[in-house]
Every structure is written in C-alpha cells, then in structure tokens.
C-alpha cells in the first residue's frame, strides 16, 4: 500500500476498498476497459458523492457493475431473452445492457430514469472487490465530466486524488475504451454507445438478430451520449487526411504549435511546429492508447491538437466516436 497526499491511498488489494464500499465511501477501482469511480449502488447518499466528485449532471445516469449474472433480478424488473443471450457470450466483458429498472433502484443510479445500466466487468481486481462488496456497484469513469477517460491509477490521480480515499491500483486497462451499451429496454435491440465489441459480433450472439443505432428521436439517456465528451482542454480537431494539410498550414501561419495523432507517418512531410505521435492501424491498439496519448499531449503545452480521421468502416466505430465526441 502506498500512501499518496494527506488523504487517498493506492493500494493493490482491494479488502480495505471493499469495506470503504460498505461504510458509504467512493472509491476508484480499475476495470478492463476504463478506471472507474465507484460507491454502493443500494445507497443513495454514497451515490451522490460519485456525481459531486466528478462534477456530472444529476440527471446522467450510471452504470451499475455486478459479479453475476443471478444479481440481474435485483435491478432489472424485466429480464428479456436477449439480455440472457448478450450475458452468456460477452459477460464477463465490455457490454452495458439497459433494462426496465426494479423499483428499489435508486433515481441517483438512473437519473431518474425508468431503466437502468448494468454489466459484469472482465477484470480480476474488479471481479474480486464485487465479490467481497457484495451487492452492486455504480461506477462512471473515473475523471472529470466530460474529460478524458483514466486507464491508469496515475490519471485517477492527476484528476481526483484530492477528492478520495482510495484508488485501486492494476496497472493500464487491457481494453482502455468505455464498454459498449446496448438498449434492450425498447421494442428492439439499440446500439447506444460503441465499444470493442463490434455490431456484427453482437448481432452473431442474438442469431443475427439487427441491432439497431440511435437517432434524433431517443430520449433515452446513457453514458457517452452527450455530443462533448471524452475531450482534453486543448483544443482538439478531428481531420480527413486529405484536408490536413490546409488545416496545419492555417495554424503554423498563426504561429500555433501542434501535435497530430496519425495512424502513419510514411510518405508524409511534416513542417517545422508539428510534433508527430504515430498511432497503431489496428482499431483495438488505437483504442487502447487513445486517451493516455490524449492526456500526454493535452499536457505537452501544444496550442492545439489534431487527429486524422481513422478509416469509415465498422472496425472503427467507437474509436471514431471518441474522437467526434472530444472534438466537439
């Protein structure tokens, strides 16, 4: 255990965590997708502290993380097969399900909301915590609203050290992008979020049955779904290849520096104020670098940053999502 500020503490067993779960405390706590900030999802007050903590609209709702899949009954009043299907082949893993809520869920968990976010996390640091906690526990990334998502202890930190007790400490998330949230409280399957798991895989776990992706007419709230999120205080640009150049010229001529994050640098010229961070061609090691490359850069003093658009294919969805969203 080690012993940071005059107040939180990072640890790498999660017994003394569990217990500040079950006396009404807010701890950060790592999963295989981002860090999250957690407190007893049965508790109103505690509830509270995590949106007081973050800075979060009262009104956006958490997702609530479980150990297994028999504590769906104690969230869900209603439980459809899909949910059972998406369970047995993602669970543990990167998948929110939203269903009807149970009525001793509390409005702070929903944002007042008749549904609730639920999901069973693939990570064994956080598994074990659930198991010794006992009960359910709401959890949104662990950073400022809006802010870039933590994937290591030390970004916790950076963000909200000041505020806790505690952070779990596991090293970087394996996944390092927010899970992917499917809406099974409607008349059909709603992509309302993209995570790792792509449409096709989840669409093969309901014998191909469509998942649709939202549009202007759901109200329906969810993490991730406001247009600014995930962003850096730097100004931040998403740009076609195509229209790079133009773009680094008006900012050069202003005589602003700027990072660029581009798949590849081959056969590309890069002029004199343009610090260059490659980035991975694979969808899934973007994703898992994306946002401490994100943090890296908002702290390097750059006056703006830009990232070339990834490729428009399926593959890329919630990478290209991310980026929309920090752009905005």
Not at 75 to 100: N, V
Not at 141 to 159: C, K, Y
Request: one cysteine or more; a negative charge.
């Amino acid at each position: 255990m080690m012993t940071v500020g005059k107040r939180c503490k990072i640890v790498y067993e999660i017994r003394e965590a569990a217990n500040l779960l079950s006396a009404g405390k807010v701890v950060a706590f790592p999963t295989e997708t981002v860090y999250g900030l957690g407190a007893d999802a049965s508790n109103p007050e505690a509830v509270r502290r995590i949106f007081e903590i973050k800075g979060r609209p009262a009104d956006h709702p958490l997702i609530v993380h479980l150990s297994h899949p028999d504590q769906l009954g104690d969230w869900a009043s209603e439980i459809p097969d899909e949910a059972h299907q998406l369970a047995e082949r993602f669970w543990p893993g990167p998948l929110t399900i939203i269903l009807k809520r149970n009525k001793r869920v509390p409005d702070e968990v929903t944002g007042g909301q008749d549904t609730v976010g639920v999901r069973i996390p693939a990570h064994p640091l956080a598994l074990e915590l659930l198991r010794k906690f006992g009960g359910g526990i709401a959890a949104p990334s662990a950073n400022r609203f809006g802010r870039i998502s933590p994937t290591s202890a030390q970004h916790v930190l950076e963000d909200l050290g000041d505020e806790l007790e505690m952070i779990v400490d596991a090293g970087p998330c394996l996944i390092g992008l927010e899970s992917a949230i499917v809406n099974l409280s409607g008349p059909g399957p709603m992509l309302l979020r993209p995570g790792s798991l792509t449409v096709k895989e989840l669409e093969a776990a309901l014998d191909g049955k469509k998942i649709a992706l939202p549009d202007k007419k759901v109200d329906l709230r969810a993490p991730g779904m406001l247009a600014s999120h995930y962003a850096p205080r730097t100004p931040f640009a998403v740009v076609d290849a195509a229209a790079l150049p133009e773009r680094l010229k008006s900012l050069l001529e202003r005589g602003e520096s700027v990072a660029v994050m581009a798949l590849t640098a081959q056969g590309t010229s890069w002029p004199q104020g343009v610090t260059l961070r490659p980035m991975p061609l694979s969808p899934s090691d973007y994703a898992c670098e994306m946002y401490s490359v994100m943090r890296k850069l908002d702290n390097g003093g750059f006056d703006h940053i830009v990232a070339v658009a990834p490729p428009n294919s399926c593959d890329w969805l919630a990478v290209t999502d991310r980026l929309t969203r920090a752009a905005f």
